[in-house]
């Protein structure tokens, strides 16, 4: 199993401004994933995030909105940039421990304002 | 990956089984069909997989239909804490891949 923590684990901010999310987990992990959740949806995968090299960025998100930094094998950070009402969500990470066991942390409740 | 479709929302009641349906009709020979669940503010979390045989585990059971374009997750006892969205994800394996989620199945266990 892997304990995923999140920190803020929620957070108010003003449009225009710029919030990082951090990821910790208590096991070395290959591939960490950033997840978005925004109310009353599904997840949607922004990027995977491997040690050592850049983010994979799913279609419609792009490095300069949601950079990201991998790095070690146990932390990672995503920050979401230049904030509008549109990017009120949660956000989650995601690992595998193994090739069938993922784990979520417990999510970062954003609202820009 | 392949897609899945599920019902929006399903009662059950407390004590009973929990029967939740899946449809991947496209599903291909080598994409495994995987059950998470979200409890309300909570991070997603695994609950089973399975290739074509049944699983079952000390959460639920996973019975995957012979052509297996669809498949079902059995809660045997339902409780109040089942109550969550429930999500049915078919993706390949080799490890490590990234997981597509779908609108799932809101859980509403009642008492």
């Known amino acids: 199993s892997a304990v995923i923590s999140q920190k803020p684990s929620r957070d108010i901010c003003q449009r225009g401004t710029s919030l990082t999310i951090q990821c910790q987990v208590d096991s070395q992990v290959t591939m960490m994933f950033w997840y978005r959740q925004q109310p009353g949806q599904s997840l949607t995968l922004i990027a995977t995030a491997n040690q050592g090299s850049e983010a994979t960025y799913e279609s419609g998100f792009v490095i300069d909105k949601f950079p990201i930094s991998r790095p070690n094998l146990t932390f990672s950070t995503l920050t979401v940039s230049n904030m509008s009402p549109e990017d009120s969500s949660i956000y989650l990470c995601s690992v595998f421990t193994g090739p069938y066991e993922q784990y979520f942390g417990p999510g970062t409740r954003l609202t820009v304002t | 990956d392949a897609k899945t479709t599920q019902p929006p929302s399903m009662d059950c009641a407390e004590g009973r089984a929990a029967n939740l349906p899946c449809n991947h009709s496209t599903i291909s020979g080598n994409e495994y069909v995987y059950w998470y669940r979200q409890i309300h503010s909570q991070g997603p979390q695994y609950i089973i997989h399975?290739?074509?045989n049944n699983e079952t585990n000390e959460m639920a059971s996973l019975i995957i239909t012979e052509d297996r374009k669809s498949s079902t997750l059995i809660l045997p006892h339902a409780t109040l804490r089942d109550t969550a969205v429930y999500y049915c994800?078919?993706?390949?394996?080799?490890?490590?891949?990234?997981?597509?989620f779908g609108t799932g199945t809101k859980l509403q266990v009642i008492p």
């Open positions: 399975g290739l074509k």
């Open positions: 994800i078919v993706r390949v394996d080799g490890g490590y891949q990234k997981v597509t």
